[in-house]
Antibody, heavy 120, light 107 residues
Framework: EVQLVESGGGLVQPGGSLRLSCAASGFTFSDHYMDWVRQAPGKGLEWVGRIRKKTNSYTTEYAASVKGRFTISRDDSKNSLYLQMNSLKTEDTAVYYC???????????WGQGTLVTVSS | DIQMTQSPSSLSASVGDRVTITCRASQDISNYLAWYQQKPGKAPKSLMYATSSLQSGVPSKFSGSGSGTDFTLTISSLQPEDFALYYCQQYKSYPVTFGQGTRLEIK
């Protein structure tokens, strides 16, 4: 069974940093692209970014709203995905979901999410 | 960026009804269209990809159609567990974008 478990969320002040982690199990992590998707309270879904697999040189893509502030990385030896968030803004407040990308390049599995609150 | 527009934003229906949700892309996305279901307080669930292919374990009461810019999700024989939020998503190009969501409510 595919499992994605996020951690690292919490309360942070504007301008601060936070690192989210996602522990993956139940599948061959290294074979998949992985994304982060977020959802602000009471709002819709927003794609944050993607990291490709080793054979694609671990290249990344980001939404314009987070580019230059957020960095996605992965450690295939630990079956883990990360989201380093710097220069956080109040509008980054959201539940952050770790998601698996299928071989067809769409999302097929979601984690339960972790809440990040940016507030003074 | 490709804008995804869903209609209606909300929809009331009864158990046993058949409903259709529409998703329109601002430019041609071929068949790179997915649908997701989200229940209150829960993570989204993947329903469909490539416009009309069901994700593993998703019942055949869900069906999708379309190509290019206009797409539909149809849910037949509505059951209480089907009342939820539904999102479409294009993955033809970056950034990946979602529709604003359609809330399906019990009448």
């Amino acid at each position: 069974e595919v499992q994605l478990v996020e951690s690292g969320g919490g309360l942070v002040q504007p301008g601060g940093s936070l690192r989210l982690s996602c522990a993956a199990s139940g599948f061959t992590f290294s074979d998949h692209y992985m994304d982060w998707v977020r959802q602000a309270p009471g709002k819709g879904l927003e794609w944050v970014g993607r990291i490709r697999k080793k054979t694609n040189s671990y290249t990344t893509e980001y939404a314009a709203s987070v580019k230059g502030r957020f960095t996605i990385s992965r450690d295939d030896s630990k079956n883990s995905l990360y989201l380093q968030m710097n220069s956080l803004k109040t509008e980054d407040t959201a539940v952050y979901y770790c998601v698996r990308v299928s071989g067809s390049y769409c999302i097929d599995h979601w984690g339960q999410g972790t809440l990040v609150t940016v507030s003074s | 960026d490709i804008q995804m527009t869903q209609s209606p934003s909300s929809l009331s229906a009864s158990v046993g009804d058949r409903v259709t949700i529409t998703c329109r892309a601002s430019q041609d996305i071929s068949n790179y269209l997915a649908w997701y279901q989200q229940k209150p307080g829960k993570a989204p669930k993947s329903l469909m990809y490539a416009t009309s292919s069901l994700q593993s374990g998703v019942p055949s009461k869900f069906s999708g159609s379309g190509s290019g810019t206009d797409f539909t999700l149809t849910i037949s024989s509505l059951q209480p567990e089907d009342f939820a939020l539904y999102y479409c998503q294009q993955y033809k190009s970056y950034p990946v974008t979602f529709g604003q969501g359609t809330r399906l409510e019990i009448k």
